[in-house]
């Protein structure tokens, strides 16, 4: 289904209880809620047993190796929130503790680094990037039933193989709804055009691949060329470009991954330069295409390209002068993180995301376990502070087990270095009864000592992040 919306930013509505940091409550509830069975557990008794003083958050995320640049800002900022947290309290009781192992993003390194952050007592882990290191331990967690929340990846596996995975869930736009968006803003805008498909040959680069081919289909689309490149390679695609360009497709459904981002829009610069009058739309998975680090790199080459979004482009100097935006540049820049606050975002609504689903699972009637964590992500309606208007984060059990159903579409503005929405909304949420949903609190500039004037983020010798894959 689609929407259609104004350009206007509308970010997150905030709510203050008692004149404390917290979130209010609201979840999908139409009768007794979703519980995940712990009879099965190799030790029922510690999974249900109370967290008391400190809970051990844990993540594995690349933090060496040739990725690492690129991912070390996501760490950096969830370490920014969780001082932010604590600091306010908005965990009452507790205190939060991260800890961040790095697999370098090979999944042959994640095991090792999942049993480091179970020997440093962590309680659960999130926002583990790469569908690969995922894949690499999943079953190993869920048999300890050790949860497994928020994964920063768009694998559609996540959600449709929920019942087999309970103690999994996942926090990225699933990749079928992502090119579902795509083939269907094609239709509305461009229906008579044929299609190039681009992808890597990794987990990532397939799920995507087979998503939209599904989509093509189902839209009547025909795809005319379709060339993948290996995830490792960094070289210019000359021949899958040249490729394209020799089967005149008027459109470009593209998912690089890490520095391909860049070396795709550029080559496509170059070929056509060699091709005069072949001028294809391009959409360009959220993966790359989110990171207006990746698109400032990019230049005039990456003028006109299409993606979705949940939220707010901060490097828009409008947005970047609303709350929460400046109170979170002002927070950063005290942090002492002000080289990524664009690149840091993602890691900053990992964590925050995940503080309130501590908040619900400590406010539950079992109070915070590790069973009542894996219940309040999948229980759970919550607007994240940096989310578009109508871009909800609800989960109900087995009934609705993706978080991200909807989104915007929005196209790069080069000469402006920010992104601009289109006006359409794609909106595929499942549980549309779910009612008003918890909203973050008002962040408070003054929780971190130096905190002050907000320096537009946009800087930094920081490299482009990507949060999928």
């Not at 993003?105 to 440093?120: C, F, G, H, M």
């Not at 790469?130 to 949860?147: I, N, Q």
């Not at 390209?305 to 979170?328: C, R």
Request: charged share 15%; net charge negative.
């Amino acid at each position: 289904m689609i929407r259609r919306a104004s350009r206007a930013v509308a970010l997150a509505a905030v709510v203050s209880i008692g004149g404390a940091a917290v979130a209010s409550a609201s979840a999908p509830d139409d009768g007794e809620q979703w519980a995940v069975d712990t009879s099965d557990c190799p030790d029922p008794d510690a999974v249900n047993a109370p967290i008391e003083g400190e809970v051990v958050v844990g993540s594995v995320m690349p933090l060496s190796g040739p990725v690492a640049a690129a991912y070390q800002p996501v760490a950096q900022a969830m370490q920014a929130y969780v001082d932010y947290a604590n600091a306010n309290e908005l965990l009452p009781g507790y205190t939060i503790r991260l800890q961040v192992e790095d697999d370098q993003y090979n999944p042959a390194n994640t095991p090792a680094a999942v049993e480091s952050l179970l020997d440093e007592g962590a309680h659960f882990v999130t926002a583990m990037i790469g569908t690969g290191s995922v894949e690499a331990v999943r079953d190993t967690l869920g048999e300890e039933c050790v949860p497994l929340i928020n994964v920063a990846t768009g694998d559609p596996r996540w959600g449709d193989e929920a019942e087999d995975y309970p103690w999994l869930t996942g926090a990225l736009i699933p990749y079928d709804l992502e090119t579902r968006a795509y083939a269907e803003d094609i239709v509305a805008n461009t229906p008579d055009a044929t299609v190039a498909l681009f992808s890597t040959n990794s987990a990532f680069g397939e799920a995507f691949a087979e998503g939209f081919t599904a989509a093509a289909d189902e839209a009547g689309l025909e795809i005319v060329a379709e060339e993948a490149i290996d995830a490792t390679d960094e070289s210019p695609p000359s021949a899958a470009l040249n490729a394209f360009a020799e089967s005149e497709a008027g459109v470009i459904v593209a998912a690089p991954l890490g520095v391909q981002c860049i070396n795709f829009l550029n080559e496509l610069a170059a070929v056509k330069a060699a091709n005069t009058g072949w001028e294809p739309v391009v959409y360009m998975t959220t993966t790359c295409a989110a990171s207006a680090l990746i698109m400032g790199v990019a230049g005039a080459n990456g003028e006109g390209v299409l993606t979705v979004t949940t939220g707010p482009d901060i490097t828009d100097p409008e947005v970047a002068a609303q709350s929460p935006v400046a109170e979170y540049i002002a927070l950063m820049n005290a942090a002492g993180l002000g080289d990524i606050i664009t690149t840091g975002l993602a890691g900053w609504s990992f964590a925050e995301t995940t503080v309130h689903q501590l908040q619900q699972a400590a406010a539950s009637p079992d109070g915070l376990t590790r069973a009542s964590i894996i219940n309040a992500a999948r229980n759970m309606n919550y607007h994240p502070m940096f989310a578009l208007e109508g871009v909800n984060s609800i989960t109900n059990g087995m009934d609705d087990t993706f978080q991200a159903e909807t989104m915007y579409m929005t196209r790069w503005l080069a000469s402006e270095n920010h992104y601009e929405q289109t006006g359409a909304v794609y909106d595929y949420e499942t549980s549309t009864d779910a009612g008003p949903p918890a909203t973050a609190a008002p962040l408070v500039v003054a929780a971190m000592p130096g905190a002050g004037a907000s320096t537009p983020p946009g800087g930094g010798s920081a490299a482009p992040v990507t949060t999928a894959g």
